[in-house]
């Protein structure tokens, strides 16, 4: 199970709005005085994580800290997906499209479309499916920063 500290930014009857802490993901190698992807995120700003909503099964107050946990096959299931389907989705359909036609134009439009529908249809499941996908509330780590 993957193990991320998480702050609380709004409770309200059992449900609570966290936000987790933005990594640093350049800073540590031996190449960051020459590195593009440092440069560009630089240029970017800090990123902060997105936040979501979880139920949560004790009070917290607002800046307490607490674990999230979320299965590691949950993990690879957002995955499979997010990149999986719609690979499978452009491949397929180049394949598939080529068969029906040899016209570059109209093949390219059908994978255009196709895979365009794969994203559209995995969000749409992602959506129904986000209880299932969500991280889940381990334990209070601290109280207020």
Known sequence: MMIETATVIAYHNGIATVQCQAKQGCGGC?????CGTKALSALAGEKTAPQFELTVNQPLAIGDQIELGLPEQTLLNGV???????LLALLGSAVGVSL?????LMIALGIFFC??????AVRQFIQRQQTALQPQFLRRV???I
Do not use: D, I, K
């Open 115 to 120: 895979t365009g529908g794969s994203f559209v």
């Open 80 to 86: 499979f997906w997010l990149y999986g389907v719609p």
């Open 142 to 144: 601290s109280g207020r």
């Open 100 to 104: 029906l036609t040899e016209n570059e």
């Open 30 to 34: 031996s190449a960051q005085a020459s």
